[in-house]
């Protein structure tokens, strides 16, 4: 069955950086368009950005760009998101979620929602 | 950038008929999707490109989106349906993607 497996909770000192890692099985990983999403306790969704796993084309949220930076090794099916200059707000859970249409036209992917997410990985950041 | 408006709070008894709507500027215009999240849980998509359901999602949910207002709509509301709501969009001015902040959906 298509399924996303995130990386475990971590906890990190505020400055420092984490990577979050999404390994996706039972589809073609370079076929859909990821996206990361996150959540702070007790708040909305929040869109991070998107990668393109074929090609690592990426998309960021104005407010991360500089600080965020998506990758994928397709030799392993797996994206991975990387959050730098971490600040207490920060502290959320964050999900990789999979665009629900095969084929990586923008226009085309937005039509169609993210149906496929991730357990979502729980980051601390404290002093 | 692109805002998306959805009430805090919506409250159905159960049987009854729940509408959630969100709010944007010609969002008639967009593609709209629907997520149910419930406590501890990732969240499910229910509805998505204004009206459509994915496989094994209820025929009572639905969606409508005309002018500035997509409404998700659900038929005959069990308690099992009491979650948060979130629409989203693609603003295509600025290829940026777009939450609303949420409705949460208590069943009385």
């Known amino acids: 069955q298509v399924q996303l497996v995130q990386s475990g909770a971590e906890v990190k000192k505020p400055g420092a950086s984490v990577k979050v890692s999404c390994k996706a099985s039972g589809y073609t990983f370079t076929g859909y368009y990821m996206h990361w999403v996150r959540q702070a306790p007790g708040q909305g969704l929040e869109w991070m950005g998107w990668?393109?796993?074929?090609?690592?084309?990426?998309n960021y949220a104005q407010k991360f760009q500089g600080r965020v930076t998506m990758t994928r090794d397709t030799s392993i099916s797996t994206a991975y998101m990387e959050l730098s200059r971490l600040r207490s707000d920060d502290t959320a859970v964050y999900y990789c979620?999979?665009?629900?249409?095969?084929?990586?036209?923008?226009?085309?992917?937005?039509?169609?929602?993210?149906?496929?997410w991730g357990q979502g990985t729980t980051v601390t950041v404290s002093s | 950038s692109y805002v998306l408006t959805q009430p805090p709070s919506v409250s159905v008894a159960p049987g009854q008929t729940a509408r959630i709507t969100c709010g944007g500027n010609n969002i008639g215009s967009k593609s709209v999707h629907w997520y149910q999240q419930k406590p501890g849980q990732a969240p499910v998509l229910v509805v998505y490109d204004d009206s459509d359901r994915p496989s094994g999602i209820p025929e009572r949910f639905s969606g409508s989106n005309s002018g500035n207002t997509a409404t998700l709509t659900i038929s005959r509301v069990e308690a099992g349906d009491e979650a948060d709501y979130y629409c989203q969009v693609w603003d295509s001015s600025s290829d940026q993607w777009v939450f609303g902040g949420g409705t949460k959906l208590t069943v009385l």
């Open positions: 979620a999979r665009v629900g249409v095969f084929g990586l036209v923008v226009v085309v992917a937005a039509t169609y929602g993210l149906d496929v």
């Open positions: 990668i393109n796993p074929n090609s690592g084309g990426t």
